[in-house]
């Protein structure tokens, strides 16, 4: 009686260890997610700043400024064109991640269960996408 008493305690004290440690992963997990998530949106922010930085160049060398309007308007166009199609407007965004793609897209990859963001591969669901109002 007294070794199965002993033995049941080292069950439940191991236990404990095995809860604490799974929830260690668990918040390791969390954390690592995080992170990969804000490295990804830095090197967004890196390409953007990049060609911005080239567009300045340009800016300097070149001499008609109607050249370099006509660009920042197809520049700013293909911005507001769905990444996906390249013909629609983004009108959706995905909560997950909150990557920008026309509605049509993101519902056809829904509905036939492509249910990954196609620049980050993040997983979403029926409520994780919606509607995005652009008005001038």
């Known amino acids: 009686v007294q070794a199965a008493f002993e033995l049941k305690t080292q069950l439940d004290k191991f236990e ?7 929830q260690i992963v668990h918040d390791r ?29 340009k800016m300097e060398m070149s001499g008609s400024i109607d050249e370099i309007m006509v660009e920042e308007i197809r520049e700013y166009k293909e911005i507001l ?12 965004v995905l909560t997950k991640c909150f990557h920008i793609f026309c509605f049509d897209c993101i519902k056809t990859r829904y509905e036939t269960r492509q249910r990954k963001c196609p620049k980050c591969n993040c997983a979403f669901g029926a409520n994780d996408y919606h509607r995005l109002y652009l008005s001038a």
């Open 16 to 22: 404990g260890q095995m809860k604490e440690a799974q």
């Open 81 to 92: 064109t769905c990444p996906s199609c390249k013909v629609k407007q983004k009108d959706a």
């Open 29 to 57: 997990t969390y954390e690592l997610e995080n992170e990969y998530y804000k490295n990804r949106r830095l090197q967004e922010e890196l390409l953007h700043f990049r060609r911005k930085t080239e567009r300045l160049k």
